[in-house]
């Protein structure tokens, strides 16, 4: 009997297709105090244009762990209609999906939210998943590079790669000992996003919109509880360092010079990227340090005005239609 060979993809992992959602409702932030819901309570102070501002009273309430329950129904359905948009646009049968890389801050359960997403759409029940869970905002980024990888290494494979975030776990009245958390529910937003992600597209069947060259990860140097996330009885208690635009400033040239390298492209400004868009402040530091015309950013600025701080696969999408 012939020994089982296994076949690696010939070409780069490319994506096949986009899809994203958002919740259908939203509350401006002039108007989230007056909103009742099981997670919402209390007084909020008014938010300005993301901006966080002292209250001048508060009451801190300790929302229950129940509320957040939310999550483990609504991840999923909101992943499922960011899935149905890519696949949509991909074209092809759903049980030509090989895997499921599915990444959340978004709570905790077992089974996860890929299995619930993988019931939801019909697919395969034999398909691999991978369930990422509190990756924040480093998650987009890391189901891309998971997805890079089983692409390339598995001849045929295509991978459904998503992100779903709802910031309810997050949400909470203010407390002055605690006002990075106010920071996190100022600019936090809710999405999710959908990419087909595959190598060697069929020619004239699949339409890829980019190829994956190169992905990659570090620690920086005295990132220690910079951004730190803890599930409590009260959700998950978030933590921001106030210097995090700084700490990104200070190291961000040598870790990038590995991609303008591989893109072989002396200039940021020419380079096809976006950022993350953790904050306002990170923004302005990231445009400083790299020394980037205004353009470069203003997708990442746009997602960041109308959606917050949302996952990194969502704003691709806008990247892309911008181009
Ligand atoms: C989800 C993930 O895992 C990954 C992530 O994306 S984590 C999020 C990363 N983002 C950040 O860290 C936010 C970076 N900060 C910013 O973009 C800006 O500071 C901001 C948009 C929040 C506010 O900007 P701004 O309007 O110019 O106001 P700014 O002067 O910076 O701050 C207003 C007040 O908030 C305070 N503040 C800002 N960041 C704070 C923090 N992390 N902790 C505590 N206080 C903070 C400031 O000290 C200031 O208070 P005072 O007026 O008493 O001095």
């Not at 991840?75 to 890389?101: C, D, F, M, N, Y």
């Not at 776990?169 to 600019?187: G, K, M, Q």
């Amino acid at each position: 009997m012939a020994a089982y060979k296994h076949e690696r993809a010939v070409g780069l992992a490319t994506v096949l297709a986009i899809g994203k959602a958002n919740p259908p409702t939203a509350y401006h932030q002039q108007r989230i105090h007056k909103v009742k819901s099981p997670i919402c309570f209390s007084r909020l102070p008014t938010l300005n244009t993301r901006t966080p501002s002292r209250p001048n009273s508060f009451e801190f309430v300790i929302i229950r762990v129940s509320s957040r329950d939310i999550a483990i129904r609504e991840v999923p359905r909101l992943a499922e209609k960011a899935a149905i948009q890519a696949l949509e646009e991909w074209g092809q049968p759903r049980s030509q999906i090989t895997h499921v890389v599915f990444a959340t801050t978004s709570g905790v359960n077992m089974p996860g939210a890929d299995l619930t997403l993988t019931r939801l759409l019909g697919l395969n029940p034999n398909i691999n998943r991978i369930m990422l869970y509190q990756q924040g905002c480093f998650g987009g980024a890391t189901v891309l590079r998971v997805a890079k990888d089983l692409a390339e290494n598995n001849k045929g494979a295509r991978v459904l790669t998503v992100v779903s975030e709802l910031t309810s776990v997050t949400f909470r009245a203010p407390d002055e000992e605690y006002f990075d958390n106010l920071v996190a529910s100022a600019i936090f937003g809710d999405g999710a996003a959908c990419l087909i992600i595959g190598s060697d597209p069929v020619p004239k069947v699949e339409r890829p919109h980019f190829e994956i060259h190169w992905s990659g990860e570090t620690i920086l140097p005295e990132s220690d509880g910079a951004i730190d996330g803890r599930l409590t009885e009260g959700g998950l208690i978030f933590h921001l360092r106030k210097d995090v635009p700084k700490l990104i400033s200070r190291n961000i040239l040598p870790i990038f010079n590995k991609p303008v390298e591989v893109a072989g492209s002396p200039s940021w400004n020419e380079v096809f990227w976006c950022v993350h868009p953790g904050g306002r402040a990170i923004l302005d530091e990231v445009e400083k340090t790299l020394n980037l015309k205004p353009e470069k950013l203003s997708a990442t600025r746009n997602v960041l005005h109308d959606f917050g701080n949302i996952n990194d696969l969502v704003e691709m999408r806008r990247f892309f239609t911008q181009y």
